[in-house]
């Protein structure tokens, strides 16, 4: 643990693109130190750290983890890799943020989260929509009864097809567009179970598949005790990016236009059926991943509670792998 408002001493596994968005401009606004980088090809490594102003470079993984001057490693590496080197971290005593998803199914992500247990760490995966405004607005509309008692949750993931060599495609490398994209429709629609009586259980999907195993497209159904329903539409192979989020009352509905990037639009539009009104609320263009690295530091340094711990990516794995069966693959 570091003391409060000390910098996090970050170590990152892989050059990877999303680490740009996801934890190099967050950590650079909030004054974090990027200490060590660490990829397959040192090149890569080095003109990385180069660009971004990482203070060095390492020959491997381990060695980032190894370093005594890396407290917190920030885990970016393809789906397949997430839980070997997010269990590499916790068992050398280091705190770790996680991109999605958390392993590659429910028994690694089990092991992992055991480990973590054990060492007393902190993990975090990184499902940074939970900790920007726009949710806790909807949150605050979703207990005040603004559109009654839910009965409909539909889920847009959608995006433009990667390269044909990206990891993302491959069964060996935990790919799969339920993997890149789903794993947040299922997330989200998990956490809105709160205010539709517990859980949803998948009842139904079809899938589109890229290769044997591998789904670039999908639609999931599921249904909440209350007996409200849900839809959750997926796609590697969209022509544009779409991560809508609509929650559909008997009173009314609430639409979030980007409740993954809100960044690039923050609008929440608030439909009321008994006052007959249309209201758009805008909370905020900071980054999502800002937030959730504000968050983490301070779970890190002070120990404070964070809205998405280990029994939820665990449990977060168990629907991945039903959401598989469910469209007649296999779990990664």
């Known amino acids: 643990m570091t003391d409060a408002g000390t910098p996090l001493r970050i170590g990152i596994l892989g050059a990877s693109r999303i680490a740009e968005t996801a934890l190099i401009g967050p950590a650079q606004t909030l004054g974090h130190r990027l200490v060590a980088v660490a990829a397959r090809d040192r090149g890569r490594a080095a003109a990385f750290a180069d660009k971004y102003g990482v203070e060095r470079v390492l020959a491997s993984y381990d060695e980032v983890i190894a370093d005594p001057e890396v407290d917190v490693i920030y885990n ?4 397949s890799l997430h839980g070997p080197w997010n269990l590499a971290a916790v068992r050398a005593g280091k705190a770790v943020l996680s991109e999605k998803p958390f392993a ?9 989260a055991d480990a973590a247990r054990e060492a007393g760490v902190g993990i975090l995966e990184g499902f940074h929509y939970l900790f920007h ?3 806790d607005r909807t949150f605050e509309l979703l207990d005040a009864g603004a559109i009654g008692d839910i009965r409909d949750v539909e889920v847009v993931m959608a995006m433009p097809a990667p390269g044909d060599d990206d990891p993302r495609w491959s069964y060996d490398l935990a790919g ?9 429709s299922l997330h989200v629609s998990r956490v809105l179970g709160k205010w539709c009586g517990g859980n ?14 591998i789904d670039e497209s999908c639609i999931l159904d599921v249904r909440y005790p209350n007996g409200a329903k849900g839809t959750q539409a997926v796609s590697m192979v969209a022509g544009e990016f779409v991560f809508s989020l609509r929650i559909v009352g008997d009173e009314g509905s609430l639409y979030l236009h980007d409740y993954l990037g809100p960044n690039r639009d923050d609008r929440l539009t608030v439909v009321s059926a008994t006052r007959g009104t249309v209201s758009v609320e805008h909370l905020g263009t900071r980054s999502t991943y800002t937030y959730q690295l504000e968050a983490f530091a301070d779970a890190v340094r002070n120990g404070t509670s964070l809205p998405n711990g280990l029994d939820d990516a665990v449990e977060n794995m ?3 792998d039903d959401a598989y069966r469910a469209i007649g693959l296999d779990p990664r």
């Open 133 to 135: 405004p726009l949710m």
């Open 200 to 213: 949803p259980e998948i009842t139904g999907g079809r899938a589109v598949l890229r290769s044997p195993q």
């Open 104 to 112: 590659r199914n429910e028994f690694e992500a089990r092991e992992v």
């Open 76 to 79: 970016p590496l393809a789906n």
């Open 318 to 320: 168990r629907y991945l």
């Open 176 to 184: 799969g567009a339920l993997m890149d994209l789903g794993c947040y």
